[in-house]
């Protein structure tokens, strides 16, 4: 299983569970061999440490430490463990100040993006069977460009999507949204901003239409939230995206193991208060073993990653992730500037974090297959084929090797050295 495809037939010569037991120095210098089999941080920094900070950083070894700690916990029992529920209690207020997100939002921790929005629909979806109770076969309107867990949730549900063709500029088309909308539709969607472009779609006007249509509206700022936040203490000015600031926004996903730097997995899942927030919860209590509470939609829930996230918020403050934030728009400047003096490249105007080049008169896959075969690992966007990089306050020393990389690759494949064959293979 994997970005790329499903999962490939592995086999292997002999048996790989062993009769018995190993070493402690054993096992782990085994361990280390494969950890080194992958692209070392400063090479694959694009798509395997992609907003998970640099390895080396202080803030990186408080993560581990807090989540080597908390690794045996588990928050499913928190109510009978006073300091997971501090834990727990302390990462959500923290979330709501660093957001700045009014009091009376509620919050819940999942294990990442897909679940908070696996979340966000189920929430919408139990409103409307309390509210729309006439709605038998539900729909969602979302933009073409939201992110794919949406249909993931929708396939798993039976709950019809309409993914609707984005405007000129590729945000969303709020009035060919509208035209989507039938008597069968619960929800609509906007990204802040949208994982294939890095553009924000104008929320305002989403939830504008969803509050003249009577619908729930969410908020995916899984990529975004915890970096703009940042960002905009520095001045940048984004568009109006957040839960509370916007009246229509039912509810907002924002994930801390992207740009709030906490281990995988986790994420929230805002709700604008207690009555919205009620749609999300249940507790079944069918079964031998009496009530069964859980936070969302996992069972056992690692408090590795809550302690992760605490010891993250906690090392960094907010002066710490105002400075990463100053060393992400550097670092996305410096990218900007090397892309570009590479002849044929051309960065695209993107919102925040997610970085997008073309590369003129070369072919896409060829340059792409070029940069795995050095393992500097890009994402491909496909409409148009453009490269996408997920910036990080990363050193001078992943930008620059990763241009290197790029104007050797681009020669490559200029001469005809370097072609898209091998990456055929992964996809
Ligand atoms: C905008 C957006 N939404 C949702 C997700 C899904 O997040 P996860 O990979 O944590 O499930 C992503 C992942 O990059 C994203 O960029």
Redesign the pocket.
């Known amino acids: 299983m994997g970005y790329f495809g499903e999962g490939q037939d592995v086999t292997f010569d002999g048996p790989v569970f062993p009769t018995r037991g190993g070493t402690v120095e054993g096992v782990l210098a085994a361990l280390d061999e494969v950890y080194g089999m992958d692209a070392d941080p400063v090479r694959g920094h694009v798509m395997f440490y992609a907003t998970t900070l640099m390895e080396g950083h202080p803030a990186t070894e408080v993560c581990r430490r807090a989540y080597a700690k908390y690794m045996k916990k588990n928050m499913l029992v928190r109510e009978i463990a006073p300091g997971l529920q501090r834990l727990e209690q302390e990462v959500k207020r923290m979330a709501i100040e660093l957001l700045g997100l009014p009091d009376g939002t509620r919050v819940n921790m999942t294990s990442?993006?897909?679940?908070s929005?696996y979340c966000g629909i189920n929430a919408a979806y139990q409103w409307a069977k309390d509210v729309k109770p006439e709605i038998t076969q539900p729909e969602i309107v979302i933009p073409y460009s939201a992110?794919a867990?949406f249909s993931k949730w929708c396939h798993y549900t039976g709950i019809k999507i309409k993914r609707v063709p984005l405007g000129p500029g590729y945000r969303a088309n709020v009035e060919a949204m509208e035209e989507a909308i039938t008597p069968n539709t619960i929800m609509l969607a906007g990204?802040a901003p949208?994982?294939p472009y890095g553009l924000y779609d104008p929320i305002e006007s989403i939830a504008a239409l969803a509050e003249k249509r009577g619908l729930w509206m969410h908020v995916?700022a899984?990529?975004g939230g915890y970096q703009a936040a940042f960002v905009e203490k520095l001045g940048v000015k984004l568009p109006n995206w957040r839960i509370g600031q916007i009246p229509g926004v039912c509810s907002m996903?924002a994930?801390l193991?992207k740009h709030a730097y906490a281990a995988k997995p986790l994420?929230t899942i805002f709700f604008k208060n207690k009555e919205l927030q009620k749609y999300h919860w249940f507790h079944p209590a069918d079964w031998p073993s009496g009530p069964y509470a859980t936070e969302a939609l996992m069972g056992s829930f690692p408090a590795s990653s809550v302690a992760s996230a605490w010891a993250v918020m906690k090392y960094l403050g907010e002066e710490g992730y105002i400075e990463l934030a100053k060393a992400t728009l550097e670092a996305r400047k410096r990218y900007v500037e090397g892309i570009n003096s590479v002849d044929g490249m051309r960065c695209w105007d993107t919102d925040l974090c997610v970085l997008l080049f073309e590369t003129g008169a070369l072919d896409t896959l060829a340059v792409m297959a070029g940069l795995f075969e050095r393992q500097s690992f890009v994402f491909p966007i496909y409409q148009p084929m453009l490269i996408q990089v997920a910036v990080d306050p990363v050193s001078v020393e992943v930008t620059d090797t990763f241009v290197r990389t790029l104007r050797e690759v681009a020669q490559g494949v200029r001469e005809g050295k370097i072609t898209s064959e091998p990456l055929m293979k992964l996809m």
Do not use: N
């Open positions: 990442g993006g897909s679940e929005l992110h867990a990204s949208c994982w995916d899984c990529i996903s994930d193991h994420s």
